[in-house]
């Protein structure tokens, strides 16, 4: 859904803007090719996107590409990496104070196939770096407008740094590389926003972490859900938790985790990552506390019609992280699953409180469990949550995302 500014600011819908003259020549980029996420379906739909306009796309550029299938629109697509993508998978979370060299070099490359085929527009897809990836030089000796759509401004750098100094050793090897690098990273990130023509912001939440670290205004443009796939189908619902969640130290797993203990209700936690196994070693010693046994459930990842079997049977859906937007809350309202959510983030942008799901104010098991037991489970809760899903819809996003770019490449900014 849009939310936001034709251009300066994020609260009104930008105007209808002209469709291009002609079909572009669009390059696309993101950090990385590893895993589908969030991140992944924002990119996948803007793709298809531009095939249904008939649009080209030239290629991908991104730091790493694990080489397995992401999507059949994004598999599509050749790809340009980095040097980076050398490294072995396990070291890639330490390189942090080598993306700005990684960057320069997608620029080069980008710039080398641009001058043998020119593009008309760059998209990035941004959560971490890739926004600093440099437009080449148009015609008109101004450089090919540069449209952003920003998940966050790296979180590593700027609001959550002390959940990635978490976690035991690594935590804090992560939190001294952070200390020792991240003024001059934080410098560089701020520095490269001038590389973007334009920013679109996932969410309110994202926008105003923009305007912050980057002293740029956005447009609101929420990310698409599979409303049509994700839908209730009448099951009766369990009672039991549910969340849905990358198992990394920021996603407040620990704390969904307590909460549970404390309203002595089954939890379901779908996902994988690299906090997993001090997560499950977690779930037991919690358990143990409240005299519980097999309260606490990890299925790793599973696959869309599991997860949906998932959506449609659970009492509520836990969402306890602060984040930028969050789109399983939204397929979870989507199959009728209202959600206990932390009143910050993207969660003020897509629940409703006491109507969809309930808020907690507070960091805190007790808070969290608090606003279990206030979750609506009245008979018109399930539409309610399906009515509020649909305003995520992929048609809205793609509307939206179909303006922006039109005004992009007609005004350049």
Known sequence: MIDAASQPGPSTPPTAGPAPAAPLRVALAHDWLVALRGGELVLDAIARLLTRDHHTISRIYTMFDAAAPITPAIDSIARTTSPLNRTPPALRRWLLMRYPAAMAHLGRELARDHAREPVDLLISTHSAAIKALKPPMGPDSRPVPHLCYCHSPARYLWSQTDAYAAGGPKGRLRSLGLRAWGPSLRRWDRATADHVTRFIANSTHTADQIRRHYDRDSTVVHPPVRTDFYTPDGTTRDGTLLLVSALEPYKCVELAIEAACIARRPLTIVGSGSHERGLRAHARLAQSRHGLSGHITFTGR??????????????????????????????????????VARRAGGALDTVVDAETGAFFD?????????????CPTAPGTEKACRSNALRFAEDVFSESMRRVIA???????
Do not use: K, M, S, W
């Open 302 to 339: 599973i696959d869309d019609n599991r997860l949906l079997a998932h959506y449609r049977a659970a009492g509520a859906f836990l969402f306890p992280q602060i984040e930028d937007f969050g789109i399983t809350a939204v397929e979870a309202q989507a199959a009728g699953c209202p959600v």
């Open 407 to 413: 005004q992009t490449v007609e005004t350049g900014g």
């Open 362 to 374: 507070e960091p805190d098991p007790e808070a969290c469990a608090e606003a279990i037991g206030r």
